[in-house]
């Protein structure tokens, strides 16, 4: 098993990751892909329980973790969320890794592992939920749904200000968007009794909406939160 050690150098654990993935890659984990509908170029086939067992006796490692992202390997990437220092990330980084982001497995690894521990993810998700880019797009309300669900310090205000985002991406029908959309509504909508009130009106004027789109997620989230009441 790969271990970063200060006499080794980045590009030799590099390399020991990438044999220590694909010993580990399998028919099975590699069909998973398409069934989970992850469409990862250069991916190996290895499970995220698989991936998690490299990356422990890495520890965390921001060098390192730039090393695998531009591997462009799909496992190494993932492998990349889970070593790097979510205190040295930049806002550059967050831009340049959510422009590499070519499926929903990816994005919402990054977001969900490392993106929302950062002090700029929810300046992220308000420049990230206008982009043309499906994926840029996913990132911007997968990294809101998990800020949600992680960040225990941001007030109710710091949410409040994203539910406009919401309702001005929900009419847009790309599946991965549109299902982005919907988790960060929910999320939004379990965090808290006020915030629970202004998520169930965001998702009551959506379900009333003329766009197909946007009744899908407000009904959706309305079916969810008021399991709440």
Partial sequence: MAKRVPSVSVEATIQGCLADLKKASTRKDFANLKRFGIDAPKALGVSMAHIQKV??????????????????VYEARL???????????????????????????????????LFDQTPHAFAKVAKWSTSK???????????????????????????????????RAAGDERNFVKKGVSWALRGIGHRSPKLWTAAMATAGRLAASEDTTARWIGRGALKDLKRLA
């Fill in 79 to 113: 492998l990349a969320s889970l070593v790097d220092e979510p205190e040295k990330v930049t806002p550059a980084q967050m831009d340049r890794w959510c422009r590499d982001f070519d499926n929903w497995g990816i994005c919402d690894t990054v977001c969900f592992k």
């Fill in 133 to 167: 880019q499906e994926f840029v797009k996913r990132g911007a309300f997968a990294l809101l749904a998990s800020l949600a669900l992680h960040d225990k310090s941001s007030p109710d205000a710091a949410f409040l200000k994203t539910l406009p985002l919401i309702e």
């Fill in 55 to 72: 990356a422990k006796p890495l520890g965390r490692d921001h060098a390192l973790a730039e090393a695998l992202w531009k591997t462009g």
